[in-house]
Every structure is written in C-alpha cells, then in structure tokens.
C-alpha cells in the first residue's frame, strides 16, 4: 500500500502560482511513476502531469506545457506541481496518483494504483 496526501492548494487569482505537494508514505516510493490529475465540477478526470520513477522524464498535458513543473525528491518520499500563470479553467480538485506498473500509459487514470485525497484549486478571474 502507497498512502498519498496533497496539500498547496488554496485560492489564488489569475496570472498568480501554486505549489502542490503529495508526500508519499508506505512502499517505495521511487519504485513508481507519479502523476497528477483534476477534476473540474461536473467534469471527468483529466491528466495534468506524470513523471518517471527517476525524474528523468516529464509528460504534460497540452494545457499545461510551459506553465506547470512536475518534479519529485525521492529522498523526502514528495512529488511536486509547480502552477505558474494559473488561469481560471484551472480551477479544480488537484490529485497524485501513484503508478507501479511500467507498462500502459501515464496519461489514464485507471493506469495508477493509488490515490490521495485531493486538494483544492480555485483561480479567480
């Protein structure tokens, strides 16, 4: 078992920033991709961002390139999400999301194994 708990979020306007964390707890924590995903009222879950179990690679979703930075320290067990430029169409409940199989895609959601509580993130206009 993988227990994920994010925090950062909170209420910010256009144009600011947010850093969400997800602190790790249970297996090895660089033994798994990590991503984060939202969900928008009345919306279904969409991708944001994932990276691999090093580091090494980063994948973001289009709406996301140039304005948001994932990155992980697996010594504090912590991935992070760096929001630059928030836009209100940001707005939502931010998840980590825990990946353990190296096969499939780090883009759906039904590919992760665990998951956090979430936390919230509201852009004001």
């Known amino acids: 078992q993988v227990q994920l708990v994010e925090s950062g979020g909170g209420l910010v306007q256009a144009g600011g920033s947010l850093r969400l964390s997800c602190a790790a707890s249970?297996?090895?924590?660089?033994?798994?991709?990590m991503g984060w995903f939202r969900q928008a009222p009345g919306k279904e879950r969409e991708f944001v961002a994932a990276i691999g179990w090093s580091g090494e690679n980063t994948y973001y979703a289009n709406s996301v390139k140039g304005r948001f930075t994932i990155s992980r320290d697996n010594a504090q067990n912590t991935v992070y999400l760096q929001m630059n430029s928030l836009k209100p169409e940001d707005t939502g409940v931010f998840y980590c999301?825990?990946?353990?199989?190296?096969?499939?895609?780090?883009?759906?959601?039904?590919?992760?194994?665990?998951w956090g509580q979430g936390t919230q993130v509201t852009v004001s206009s």
């Open positions: 249970g297996r090895t924590f660089s033994d798994y991709a």
């Open positions: 999301a825990a990946k353990g199989r190296p096969s499939g895609t780090v883009v759906d959601w039904d590919e992760y194994d665990y």
